[in-house]
């Protein structure tokens, strides 16, 4: 697991008590403002003694800030970055910054729609695609769905685009894939 990885994890453990997600949801909501541990734990409905373990610990996973004069502020940056790191992290994400104009068909790493079957960023994302799956020789079925899994969840509709686009070739029996054709130059690589 990358160091980007593992503090995503650590976020998403630290907000994942409901208590301190509840906090952290009332800091966020009091923005610059901020608030002091009297006002959360009116707005919580807990002790104050319970509110200050809740905003150290939001304090100490770096969602929050401390002020000398007791006022707590959300770092909700820190979601975002969090947020986006994990997604650098995606395996199509390298192949992704190559077609900036694809980035819309995918949220967090994953393919979350298809492009209309005749436009050509339908061929666009073929093309993707295929540079993700690099197949080379013969694979069956259940392998071209494995590596399409990794980012879509969609397999079988993944799998019938590039059949359908002329990227991946089927065996009449429908149980092998290979390549039907060689990739061109990455598209940030063509001269303009």
Not at 145 to 168: C, H, K, S, Y
Request: aromatic share 6%; net charge neutral; charged share 20%.
């Amino acid at each position: 697991m990358s160091v980007h990885a593992a503090r995503a994890a650590e976020i998403l453990m630290q907000l994942s008590n409901p208590t301190r997600l509840l906090a952290f949801a009332a800091l966020v909501k009091e923005g610059n403002n901020g608030a002091t541990l009297a006002e959360l734990s009116i707005h919580l409905d807990l002790p104050k003694s319970e509110v200050g373990e809740v905003c150290g610990r939001l304090v100490g996973a770096g969602l929050a800030t401390g002020t000398g004069n007791g006022v707590f502020r959300a770092r909700a940056d820190v979601l975002r970055d969090a947020a986006q790191a994990l997604v650098r992290v995606q395996p199509v994400a390298p192949l992704l910054s190559e077609y900036p104009q694809l980035k819309s068909y995918f949220s967090h790493g994953r393919l979350t729609s298809l492009p209309p079957t005749m436009s050509e960023r339908y061929q666009q994302i073929g093309e993707l695609f295929a540079r993700f799956l690099a197949v080379e020789g013969i694979l069956t079925e259940d392998e071209v769905n494995q590596r399409i899994a990794v980012v879509a969840d969609d397999v079988a509709a993944v799998r019938r685009m590039l059949v359908e686009t002329g990227w991946l070739e089927r065996d009449r029996a429908g149980t092998s894939y290979g390549s039907a054709r060689a990739l061109p130059q990455p598209p940030a690589l063509n001269p303009a």
